[in-house]
């Protein structure tokens, strides 16, 4: 058995001579300073928080920069802690807390109390938004005319890539999207996302990809600061066009990065071509300006339609199973009259 130095109690339990009672005694056993200011974005109202940008309800982040500052005497363990917070005006938050913490096993209270006060400012992000900031330009452009409804799935595509990856790396935001002559500029913020999205539209499009470098400036410090153009060339064939491959006559039915597939105008079989032998394929007719012909009978592989210029019955081949409505797409091929599936 010891006694207490302090109270000459019996105990079994000291802290420097003293049993617990007298060793809290008047002492605090947890502080908290008189304020804390936690910074939020006025554009994004996200909050600084353990030097990170976060998205949190104000009072989750409030609780939490209080937390961050509460200090507890060295020889106590924290065992829970609760708190109250109380909106004092616009910017101004009360945090009281209440401590449970354990002294040599022996569990006492703690209270403590901060103004949590908000303060504005632009976090690095939008600050660089707001400023224009980017590091590469996307530019989006056709072998032949760049058609709105493409142009506009490509857009959706670049903006969904880059709000899934803003949403591990918040560097990563989209500066500009502008239309000029021939196609669109998009500035994003970062060259490793410019890279990553050229690809994925090459690999989606089979489109052609060229970068280039160019120095904008350089820091007091001596580093560097390039800026990276992506030209990103659409080829001028889509997936429904007719197109000639090594001579043959194709309808082309899918794009993707290891190739493309084409069925052939002539008996319909379908075949597939690597990536590196996509150059020669070539537009034969857009399906946008492919004419249609009326369709006098039909029966599984074959139709009767009007020819387009004399409105003879001819007889067209039609794939096997393939339904026919009442007008069919066709192709001229120097005078003959091909069927379009
Ligand atoms: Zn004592
Ligand atoms: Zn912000």
Request: with cysteine; proline share 2%.
């Amino acid at each position: 058995m010891i006694f207490c130095v302090e109270c000459g109690k019996d105990t079994d339990k000291t802290v420097d001579g003293a049993c617990v009672e007298c060793f809290i005694k008047d002492k605090p056993l947890a502080k908290l300073p008189h304020h804390v200011d936690l910074q939020v974005c006025t554009n994004c109202e996200e909050f600084s928080l353990n030097k990170a940008w976060v998205e949190k309800e104000a009072a989750d982040a409030v609780e939490e920069a209080a937390l961050a500052k509460l200090s507890v005497i060295k020889e106590a363990r924290v065992l829970s802690v609760g708190t109250r917070i109380t909106r004092q005006d616009q910017k101004t938050y009360k945090v009281e807390l209440e401590a449970d913490l354990a002294i040599r096993d022996t569990e006492v209270r703690a209270e403590a109390s901060t103004l949590v006060r908000l303060k504005n400012t632009v976090c690095k992000r939008c600050s660089r938004q707001l400023g224009n900031y980017y590091e590469a330009i996307l530019q989006i452009r056709s072998d032949g005319a760049l058609e709105d409804s493409l142009r506009d799935e490509v857009v959706r595509r670049v903006r969904n890539e880059v709000e899934g990856q803003s949403k591990t790396d918040r560097r990563l935001f989209i500066t500009s999207v502008s239309e000029v002559t021939g196609g669109i500029d998009i500035k994003l913020s970062s060259i490793a996302l410019g890279k990553n999205i050229s690809r994925d539209l090459a690999d989606r499009y089979g489109a052609e990809t060229k970068e280039s470098f160019s120095l904008v400036g350089q820091a007091a410090d001596g580093s560097e600061t390039h800026r990276v153009t992506f030209l990103v060339r659409l080829p001028e064939h889509r997936v429904g066009d007719a197109v000639t491959f090594d001579g043959k006559l194709y309808k082309l039915t899918y794009v993707s990065k290891s190739g493309a597939k084409l069925m052939a105008l002539q008996g319909f079989k379908t075949i597939f071509v690597p990536r590196a032998d996509m150059v020669r394929v070539r537009v034969f007719k857009k399906r946008a300006e492919m004419g249609t012909a009326t369709v006098v009978f039909s029966k599984d592989g074959e139709a009767e339609i009007l020819h387009p210029v004399t409105y003879e019955t001819i007889i067209v081949v039609t794939p096997k199973g393939e339904e026919i409505g009442e007008t069919v797409r066709f192709v001229d091929v120097e005078g003959e009259i091909l069927y379009f599936p």
